[in-house]
């Protein structure tokens, strides 16, 4: 019996010794939680909030298709733009991560031009993606930023 009342000690001095220590990290500063809840993961949502509002911002200016927070992905319905009404693009973003960083970020885009009344498939330039990619992770990073400071 004695083995076992050592035993049933030691576990108990364990576990007494893990509840002082998490209570000891939750001594930290005002500002510390502030930083804690404007760090770059969040769980709230599947993928990274800032990436995800920032992205849901930037395509605003095209109907959405669809816009799922859990598996982070935005597709965007064909929009053409009234100054040139032979053109038309559809975006589709991914966000493959919590963390904020560029390469959570994948963005795609088809493009189709208008020959003879009929919408023809184009290429995208490299260049526009890239673009919208540089917008998306530019407001996420201020979004970030507006959390840390306000």
Do not use: H
């Amino acid at each position: 019996m004695t083995g076992m009342t050592n035993r049933t000690t030691f576990v108990k001095m364990l576990l007494a010794t893990g509840a002082l220590a998490a209570l000891s990290a939750c001594g930290g500063s005002r500002d510390e939680v502030k930083a804690d809840l404007a760090a770059s993961k969040v769980t709230t949502i599947g993928v990274n909030a800032y990436l995800w509002r920032a992205s849901l911002d930037t395509l605003s200016f095209a109907p959405l298709v669809q816009a799922d927070s859990n598996g982070g992905v935005i597709v965007t319905d064909w929009y053409t733009n009234p100054a040139n009404p032979g053109e038309r693009m559809k975006v589709s973003v991914a966000i493959l991560d919590q963390d904020l960083r560029a390469d959570a970020l994948r963005v795609s885009a088809s493009r189709e031009v208008s020959q003879g009344g009929v919408w023809v498939a184009s290429p995208v330039q490299a260049a526009t993606i890239q673009k919208l990619e540089g917008i998306i992770l530019t407001r996420a990073r201020e979004l970030r930023r507006d959390a840390l400071t306000g």
